[in-house]
């Protein structure tokens, strides 16, 4: 793990914003098709997987123009975002998976971001070089899945489509895995070649029906006790892919932290034990160095919440990153040790 030079800490920052920036730009090929006697103006947008052609307007309307024109310099401006990812990547900052990214683009194109859909996961953890200006252990880069939290039961696409139909966007061999009782609403979505999306929810009450409904999706939600603590007041961050797609996570330290605590709560395998404590590990050593104090804030935070579900765990998981007990005398936990 090595801090960017500044000059590429600057490039990672105006990537980031000029991705937020056009996130709601159309860009792609102009083309004129005639109905009749008039010849109208579309677009071919790439969408995930493919290409969708929008209707702009009538070739010799002046607001027609006018859109052409900025439609081209949407595509200029993707096309500088897409160099400046490949200088990127030349100082170690990786690319996302091109799978992960159509998927991820089909639902930025949709509005889910926008509209309250918090990424979460390895993929998540995949925007945090550039948001911190740094290398991160390529190690942990590889994922087969991506997760989303919806902030708000209510969320929908901007064009009012069903989840499905948007990842099908991305593969068309997007299919829902049913849930164990047959009339829930699915939560989760698997591809031909296993990828799998996991529609996640903070819990509201304890004992609620699983999984929880987005009607404005057709789908359902698993609620997760954590969720709400780790999205709250979320990060504007860019995926590492192409010209970049614009999505919102959990501020980096808070993550960290997160991972600390799931990482003892998983009953599955080792293998995401591991991969949530080499997750942790990275980002405390990094935020420590470039943003002094804000682990201590996040592990005070977290410790205010409890002790069983919240302290005990952090302390175990120190414990499995730090067996020699070096975690009690890190300046960044002294604080959380002297209140335990």
């Keep these: 793990m090595t801090d960017l030079p500044l000059a590429y800490q600057n490039l990672a920052a105006d990537y980031i914003q000029k991705t937020h920036d056009d996130g709601g730009a159309l860009r792609g090929s102009v083309y004129q098709q005639a109905k ?80 309250g859909a918090i990424l979460v996961g390895t993929l998540a953890y995949q925007c945090y070089p550039l948001l911190l200006g740094c290398t991160l252990p390529s190690t942990q880069l590889a994922t087969d899945d991506a997760d989303l939290v919806a902030a708000s ?11 499905l139909s948007i990842l099908k966007d991305a593969d068309p061999s997007f299919e829902p895995i049913p849930e164990l009782d047959g009339r ?38 698993m609620s997760l006790q954590y969720l709400a603590w780790l999205i709250d007041l979320s990060s504007p961050a860019a995926l590492p892919y192409g010209s970049g797609i614009p999505v919102y996570v959990p501020r980096p330290e808070r993550y960290a932290v997160h991972k600390l605590i799931i990482s003892q709560k998983r009953a599955h395998t080792i293998t995401k034990t591991s991969k949530d404590l080499a997750q942790a590990k990275a980002l405390i050593e990094v935020v420590e160095r470039t943003r002094p104090g804000l682990i201590a804030d996040e ?25 020699d007990g070096s975690w009690q005398t890190r300046p960044e936990f002294e604080e959380f040790v002297d209140a335990l």
């Design 184 to 221: 829930a609403k699915p939560s989760r979505f698997r591809s031909r070649i296993g990828f799998v999306v996991d529609l996640l929810t903070p819990t509201r009450t304890r004992g609620e029906k699983q999984p929880l409904e987005l009607q404005g999706l057709d789908a359902g939600a």
């Design 299 to 323: 592990l005070l935070d977290a410790q205010a919440q409890g002790k069983q579900g919240w302290s005990d765990p952090i302390v175990k998981a120190m414990k499995a990153i730090w067996p």
């Design 36 to 115: 009749g006697n008039v010849e109208n103006i579309f677009v071919k947008m790439p969408v995930g997987a493919g290409r969708k052609s929008l209707y702009i307007g009538p070739a010799l309307q002046k607001e027609t123009q006018a859109k052409v024109e900025a439609i081209k310099h949407a595509s200029e401006r993707a096309r500088a975002r897409r160099k400046d990812l490949s200088i990127l990547n030349k100082v170690g900052v990786l690319s996302t998976h091109s799978y992960a990214g159509r998927v991820l683009d089909a639902m930025a194109y949709h509005g889910l971001f926008r509209n």
């Design 153 to 163: 039961l209510a969320i929908k696409a901007d064009d009012g489509i069903d989840m």
